[in-house]
């Protein structure tokens, strides 16, 4: 979050800019670290559960 008014600062953005463009940097966060971290346990990606059931076999 800091980053992104380092960033407004420099290009002479407004400091409730810097908020607003933070928006799609939090969703891509959720989306793909958060999201697969809680579907999957203790691992990161979300596909490992696929391959574990065709190996299975």
């Known amino acids: 979050m800091l980053r992104q008014f380092e960033l407004a600062r420099s290009v002479q953005l407004r400091p409730y800019n810097a908020i607003a463009f933070s928006g799609p ?3 891509f966060l959720s989306v793909f670290l958060i999201y697969p ?3 999957s ?3 990161f990606a979300p596909s ?3 391959l574990l059931h065709f190996y299975q076999t």
Do not use: D, M, R, Y
């Open 41 to 43: 346990g203790w691992f």
């Open 48 to 50: 490992f559960n696929s």
């Open 25 to 27: 940097i939090a969703v």
């Open 37 to 39: 971290l809680g579907q």
